[in-house]
């Protein structure tokens, strides 16, 4: 059974920090590895969106990696605004048929300004 | 483009009643998911319809009901309401299964409160 798991479970940073949040997972046969965030009461905001066969990801200030190997992934967000205060969650999807996505508890990212 | 809209966006209930919550996908996408959201308990997965089949379903028990139309919207129906089902019940759509290739578009949920 895959788990997710996400550290810190919370984190503070002053604005205009670079910042790495963590993302690990149990089983390496992953399909792909989504990243989100959260604003409180609201849905989930896509980020990133990793294949199995990529390494990375970029989009603006951020940049999602993938290490299937370890399992792992990082979301590295550059000069943190406070914008980006919200929750963080990764979502690994197993390879192999009709799978279960396993999300993680999420990272609460603070920016202080 | 739209996106994924669930509706409605609040629900009071009180214990006992049943509830119907209704998520109509982005054009094209054929892949409806539920789950439920819960600060304890992070995202836990309800069912994942496809082309109107269940595909998936998580541990919940069976007054989690759930099903989609031709048009791929999808309701979910909770019979016998309990305290403990007070949530943010999230839809997810995709193209494809599950994430599949091109990830999930969630709705801003609706926000489940039992009295």
């Known amino acids: 059974k895959q788990e997710v798991t996400q550290i810190p479970a919370a984190l503070s940073v002053p604005e205009g920090e670079n910042l790495v949040l963590n993302c690990s997972f149990t089983d390496s046969a992953i399909y792909n590895l989504q990243w989100f965030r959260q604003d409180p009461g609201k849905g989930l905001t896509s980020l990133l969106l990793i294949q199995s066969s990529q390494r990375e990801q970029t989009s603006g200030r951020l940049n999602a990696s993938l290490d299937k190997s370890s399992g792992r992934s990082t979301l590295y967000i550059a000069a943190s605004q406070p914008g980006d205060s919200a929750t963080y969650l990764c979502a690994a999807l197993p390879s192999g048929g009709y799978q279960k996505v396993t999300f993680g508890i999420g990272t609460k990212l603070q920016v202080i300004p | ?115």
Request: with cysteine; hydrophobic share 25%; net charge positive.
């Open chain 2, 1 to 115: 483009k739209a996106g994924v809209t669930q509706t409605p966006r609040y629900l009071i209930k009180t214990r006992g009643q049943q509830v119907t919550l209704s998520c109509s996908p982005i054009s094209g996408h054929r892949s409806v998911s539920w789950y439920q959201q819960t600060p304890g308990q992070g995202l836990q997965f309800l069912f994942e319809y496809f082309s109107e089949t269940q595909r998936n379903k998580g541990n919940f028990p069976g007054r989690f009901s759930g099903r989609q139309f031709s048009n791929s919207r999808s309701e979910m129906n909770v019979s016998t309401l309990e305290l403990g089902d007070s949530a943010l019940y999230l839809c997810a759509s995709s193209p494809e299964f599950s994430t599949g290739h091109y990830g999930y578009t969630f709705g801003s949920g609706t926000r489940l409160t039992v009295v």
